[in-house]
Structure formats: structure tokens, C-alpha cells
């Protein structure tokens, strides 16, 4: 077994999860290949059930398989690149659960709708794993592309270089996990924490546990000055959203009472394994929501999910925070405050002290005035050091100590820049790469900020920052807006 870096030279932008790590790419062409000889079928495997097979050719240290995140090289020049899809239905998966193929696709289940995805234009992306080099490099052969959308041309694999190190960081770089780490097997001073699962598929709703997360910076961490005090529940069960989002706001919003079903089922929403709830189809109406995309197989969703969707539920849980003691609304009609850009005020000072909330807790907020169902498709924090925040369909993660640095720098930069917000947030309203920068301000030297700004802050903060950061531009339009209306 050796100390190896994986680097994957790459000839267009690629669409990645900030916690996507190399052993879940390698894994995923094991198994690939144990299917193709016939050696085992197609049903969920468990990797567990693997690791003394596994572990002849990725080191296994503490119950964790080796294989670190990914990450940019530190002088590398990076840009953010906008991708729009079309998003198309499961057919397959809703035939199952409903019995209908509907050939409309202007409505219902079959509406399409149109999203976008930040990719990433890098040359290079690399990885840390310890292992056996030539099996590695043997499983790793003839890969085309990594990352999502990979049929729409992202993330294509131009080059894989693999080198020995003699350091081992797949599983911690200066004093921070490089990977998620069970907390249960593992013992950092890091309050980065939060469910996860430790082995892959990563994506799957069930075995999540508190785990040490890696730091979200594109390049490895480099441990920053921080003076403040972050709390974080290291051994804590699993926390289900939707009975979290009950137990707080059952008192407004109560919840009937469901009938008992004869055996224990798991929960297509949830995954957790429960005694009362109603028939998927029941639960979800085929004619009106959009979510068989975020459904687990099965044909069961338990109370509290089924509570958490019926449409008055749905619409007093669209912007929440929730915490154990008390909840309240920090977008919409329901929020407190005056008007519009005291709200705006509030809001921008609850993301600045993000680290000052209590865990567990909750932040959802729904991305469109549409009934949309955000809180079974979140993940309740256990730390206020890391905080996945529940933005539409997506679970956004802010990793508060880099965010807190980000918002003062944000504000600098744009005081001595004179460049827009939107240049350094980039929202995601143009296809194609990211607009130019207006002629006046387009030098190398603000070229080199940007560049360094994304390298430091993900895309998770960079979307946060926009409501943690008002600008005076955005005070003057307010303001110009009102007298207009007068
Ligand atoms: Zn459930």
C-alpha cells in the first residue's frame, strides 16, 4: 500500500459535490466490475459488507475507507461556470408508485423545469487515498469523465496522473478531517460535524451518523485565526427532520393522528423505519408535486413526512428556523419586522452569528413561492461550525468559520474594488461562463481576486453571502424603488 495523489487533468467544467471523495469514484468501478463478471447482482450493496475485499487494496483505518475529498491546486487559476437544465421526471420510478405514464409534459409530475448548477472551470482537481497503486490505477483506467451531467459534456477526463507521496492525507489534513470521519471512531478538535454517511453510496438516506467533515475551501485548509466558540453534538442519534420540525412547531401546526400499519415499514421521504403513515401514493399526489426525484424506493412515507407536506404544514414550514426551544420565520409574510428591508436587516444579521444558534437545529427556506416540500429533503444541524441550510431542493453546506471571514472580506473587496456583488457571489442567471467583467475594472490584479475569492469559498457560501452582505447599491435601490411607488 502506498501514499497516493490522484490528479484528473480535465478538458471541461465538472460538477461535483464538495464531499465527493476518490474512494467512492474508485468503489463505484469495483462493484461495476463484479457486476459485469456476474460475481454479484444488481441489488444495494452495502459497502460494509465488502471491507475485507476492500481493504487488499484501499487502507481501511478505524472503521473508514481511506480517499479524500477533492481539491484545487493552490495556484490554480478557477472559474465558475453556469449550466441551465431541463430537469425531466423518473418515469420509471413514477410508474412504480403511481401505475400511469402520462405523455404531458406540461403539468403535473411531468412538468418540466428548468434549474441551474454551478460547474467548476479547472485544469486539474486532485485527491489523496492510501492504497495499492496498481489496482488502483487499473480500476481508474479508461474513465471518461467524472462529476455529474457528464452526458451533457461536464467533467470530461483528459489525463490521470497518480504519484507516491510520502504523507498520507486521506483522512486528515492539518488537524481537519480530509474526509468524512465517524465521530464514533475518530477523535479530532474539530467541531465540523455533521450527519453523514461514513461509507458510500454517500447519496443514501439511511446510516447517517455524526461524522467529522472536511473544510470547504477548494484548496487544503490552512487553519485561519478564529476566536469563537463553536458547540457541536458528537454523539447524538440521527435526527429526522420532519419529527424535529413537529416536536418544535406541533403546538400551531398539530399533526392527526395516523393509523397504525400492520408491520414496521421504512419511510420513502425520511428513511426511517416506522409503525404509522400512509401509502406513498396517498401521501404524494401524483398530480401536483415535483418530488419523486428526492423519494427513496418504497411505497410508505411515515406521519411526520406525510404532516410535512400537506399543503398548510408546507406553507408555514417554507422559511423556517427551528431550534428545540423555539422557531421563527426569517423570510415571508410571516417574519417579523416593520417592511422589506428591515426583514432584509434581520436576516443578514441571523447569517452573520450563525455560530451563535444552539444545536440541534434547523434552517429551510423554500427557493420558489410554489408549494415546495423543503424540510424532508434537509438535514438537521448538530453543530453551528458547519450548517447544511435548506435552500429549495438543495442542501446547501456553510462552513461558519470560513463564512464569517468571507463576509468581512466581501465587504473590503468590494469597497476597494468598486467590482458588484454579483460578480464575487456569481448567481447562477447566465448560461454559459461567468459574464466579463465591465471594461474599467477588468485588470490582471482584480482578476487574481476573484480567482483567489472562489478559491477560498465554495459555492454554498458564496450563495449565502448575498443575503449576509447588503451592499449600499442594494440600500440606494431600495430606496429609489419606494419613492418611485410614491
Ligand atoms: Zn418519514
Request: net charge positive.
Amino acid at each position: 500500500m502506498h501514499n497516493l495523489k490522484i490528479t484528473f487533468g480535465l478538458s471541461s467544467p465538472v460538477i461535483l459535490s464538495r464531499y465527493t471523495t476518490i474512494d467512492s469514484i474508485i468503489l463505484a468501478r469495483y462493484f461495476n466490475r463484479l457486476r459485469n463478471q456476474g460475481k454479484i447482482g444488481n441489488n444495494f450493496i452495502k459497502t460494509e459488507d465488502y471491507f475485507d475485499e476492500i481493504s487488499k487494496f484501499i487502507f481501511i483505518k478505524n472503521n473508514t475507507i481511506s480517499g479524500s475529498i477533492w481539491y484545487v491546486p493552490k495556484d490554480a487559476s478557477i472559474s465558475p461556470y453556469n449550466a441551465m437544465f431541463v430537469k425531466t421526471k423518473d418515469l420509471n420510478h413514477m410508474q412504480k408508485f403511481t401505475g400511469n405514464i402520462q405523455k404531458d409534459d406540461g403539468s403535473g409530475e411531468y412538468k418540466l423545469y428548468r434549474f441551474g448548477i454551478e460547474a467548476l472551470d479547472v485544469k486539474e482537481i486532485y485527491f489523496y487515498i492510501h492504497g495499492d497503486k496498481n489496482i488502483i490505477e487499473d480500476l481508474l483506467k479508461g474513465i471518461k469523465a467524472i462529476g455529474k451531467k457528464n452526458s451533457a459534456g461536464f467533467g470530461l477526463v483528459e489525463k490521470i496522473t497518480i504519484e507516491e507521496m510520502d504523507v498520507d492525507k486521506s483522512f486528515i489534513i492539518n488537524g481537519e478531517a480530509s474526509r468524512p470521519l465517524p465521530c464514533e471512531y475518530w477523535n479530532l478538535e474539530s467541531d465540523r460535524i455533521m450527519f453523514y454517511r461514513p461509507y458510500p453510496p454517500y447519496y443514501e438516506k439511511t446510516g447517517k451518523v455524526p461524522c467529522y467533515m472536511p473544510p470547504t475551501s477548494l484548496t487544503e485548509y490552512e487553519p485561519i485565526e478564529n476566536s469563537r466558540n463553536y458547540i457541536s453534538l458528537k454523539d447524538i442519534n440521527y435526527i429526522y427532520p420532519t419529527e424535529f420540525a413537529y416536536n418544535s412547531v406541533k403546538e400551531v401546526m398539530p399533526k392527526p393522528d395516523y393509523p397504525a400499519m400492520t408491520e414496521n415499514r421504512v419511510c420513502a421521504a425520511c428513511g426511517k423505519v416506522h409503525d404509522k403513515g400512509v401509502k406513498l401514493k396517498d401521501a404524494f399526489k401524483h398530480s401536483s408535486n415535483n418530488d419523486y426525484a428526492f423519494l427513496s424506493k418504497g411505497d410508505f412515507v411515515c406521519e411526520y413526512c406525510d404532516w410535512s407536506i400537506k399543503s398548510d404544514t408546507q406553507n408555514y414550514l417554507g422559511y423556517l428556523l427551528i431550534t428545540e426551544k423555539y422557531h421563527k420565520h426569517i423570510q415571508g409574510k410571516n417574519m417579523e419586522g416593520e417592511n422589506d428591508k428591515e426583514k432584509q436587516k434581520t436576516r443578514a444579521e441571523l447569517l452573520s452569528n450563525l455560530d451563535e444558534l444552539t444545536p440541534p437545529f434547523y434552517i429551510g427556506i423554500k427557493s420558489s413561492k410554489n408549494q415546495q416540500h423543503v424540510v424532508f429533503k434537509s438535514t438537521v444541524s448538530i453543530s453551528n461550525a458547519l450548517v447544511p441550510f435548506q435552500y429549495g431542493n438543495d442542501t446547501y453546506i456553510i462552513d461558519v468559520e470560513l463564512f464569517n471571514r468571507a463576509i468581512e472580506e466581501l465587504k473590503r473587496l468590494i469597497n476597494e474594488t468598486g467590482i458588484s456583488k454579483i460578480f464575487w457571489i456569481n448567481r447562477e442567471i447566465i448560461d454559459g461562463p461567468v459574464f466579463q467583467l465591465p471594461a474599467k475594472d477588468d485588470t490582471q490584479k482584480n482578476r487574481k481576486l476573484l480567482n483567489d475569492f472562489y478559491l477560498k469559498y465554495d459555492r454554498s457560501i458564496r450563495v449565502f453571502l448575498n443575503r449576509a452582505v447588503i451592499t449600499e447599491e442594494e440600500k440606494k435601490k431600495k430606496k429609489s424603488k419606494k419613492v418611485k411607488k410614491a
